[in-house]
């Protein structure tokens, strides 16, 4: 079986795909890259250090190379970087679920998946890219596992709404 990448790449969504994953990642990676000096993300996600602090700024600039590396022009960078948006987001969506939050929070990262899924799909047989999808499932998995530890706080299905609300008068 023979196949052309360049002749599978002529599809109209392709560039608005990888446009709105750019834009997203460029967004999310400067907010890795500030997150020592913010704490945003780690307050938003409620993780109560789950995660190594190196990670966030390591991510956020891996982020914003992805995003520029999906505009290369180079099929095979092209299907590299979804290889890569698809295992981070997946580890993003067990991120969730590893700290107990509710399953709507992976529908997020899980889009990305998704995504990632399309574009590979528009540059490479399906057999070939749903066996990349779940080699990049068993790293974000492996990955999940080593990095991300649920203090007990979090491994509990979340804080007490009760804790969240703060008397502000």
């Known amino acids: 079986l023979t196949f052309s ?5 002529n599809n109209p969504l392709d560039y608005p795909l990888r446009l709105c ?4 990642f460029i967004l999310h990676g400067l ?4 997150e020592p000096f913010t704490g945003c ?3 938003a996600f409620q993780d109560n250090g789950a995660m190594p602090t190196w990670f966030w700024p390591l991510a956020g600039a891996i982020l914003i190379c992805v995003a520029i590396i999906n505009f290369r022009g180079n099929d095979a960078a ?3 970087n979804q290889a890569y948006i698809a295992a981070f ?8 679920k590893r700290l107990g939050h509710h399953p709507a929070s992976g529908v997020g990262p899980g889009m990305f998946v998704v995504f990632a ?3 590979a799909c528009m540059r490479a047989p399906i057999w070939m890219v749903v066996g990349g999808l779940m080699m990049c499932y068993a790293l974000a998995v492996g990955l999940a596992e080593v990095m991300v530890k649920p203090t007990s706080i979090c491994a509990g299905g979340g804080s007490d709404e009760q804790a969240l609300l703060v008397r502000v008068d």
């Open 5 to 9: 990448l360049a002749m599978l790449t």
């Open 21 to 24: 994953e750019s834009v997203a």
């Open 31 to 34: 907010l890795g890259l500030t």
């Open 41 to 43: 993300l780690r307050s």
């Open 78 to 80: 092209i299907l590299m």
């Open 89 to 96: 987001h997946m580890g993003g969506v067990l991120y969730h």
């Open 117 to 119: 899924f399309a574009v």
